[in-house]
């Protein structure tokens, strides 16, 4: 892969940085940003483009197999991330597990002291085989059922059910997604266990 402006990091440099887990054939871009590496956790077959942000921050951040965190996708794992196998985050795509209190009983903002603040911490998980759209927003406390997907420019405010197509604000049932990639990861393992296949 020919880059112009910055290049990808292996599974060895970044192991040398300190991560949690890093698996194998796995590729950062040295232009995302990582914060806390030694609560992030990287699977196997996984890409993060340029100008991300994960920041494992108070919590952890614990990315599958086969996952794709495309340009400026943002996760903020401060209540805890976990993003499943064959998962993708598409560009501009954030995901929350953190969250201020705006009513306007307390203070917001990372400047200020705890005490005078009211965050709301929640883990957020993607199930195996999850799309979040580009430009979508995932907020804390909230499950993405196996095989969903969520269209561009959607909010996921609640959980969402396995097996669907969603979008909009906020983010609801369209219709059902098909299964047969469930096929396909089948033969890409198989594959993957006998190369000469």
Not at 147 to 164: E, F, H, K, M, Q
Request: charged share 25%.
């Amino acid at each position: 892969m020919k880059i112009l402006g910055g290049r990808y990091l292996d599974e060895n440099e970044l192991r040398d940085l300190g991560l949690e887990r890093v698996g194998s054939n796995v590729l950062v871009h040295e232009r995302a940003i990582l914060v806390d590496l030694d609560r992030i956790s990287l699977g196997s077959n996984v890409r993060i483009d340029a100008f991300c942000v994960l920041s494992a921050s108070a919590g952890s951040l614990a990315i599958g197999d086969h996952v794709h965190i495309a340009s400026h996708a943002d996760i903020y794992a401060g209540g805890g991330v976990e993003i499943g196998d064959f998962c993708g985050l598409s560009q501009g795509g954030k995901i929350y597990s953190t969250n201020d209190d705006y009513s306007g009983k307390s203070l917001t903002g990372p400047t200020i002291p705890k005490q005078y603040t009211n965050v709301h911490r929640a883990p957020v998980k993607l199930g195996r085989h999850v799309v979040v759209g580009s430009g979508s927003v995932v907020l804390p406390g909230v499950e993405i059922g196996e095989g969903s997907t969520v269209g561009a420019l959607s909010l996921v405010s609640r959980n969402l059910d396995p097996w669907g197509v969603y979008g909009g604000v906020p983010a609801r049932r369209l219709k059902d997604r098909r299964k047969d990639l469930l096929e396909r990861e089948r033969d890409l393992l198989k594959d993957s266990l006998d190369p000469g296949h």
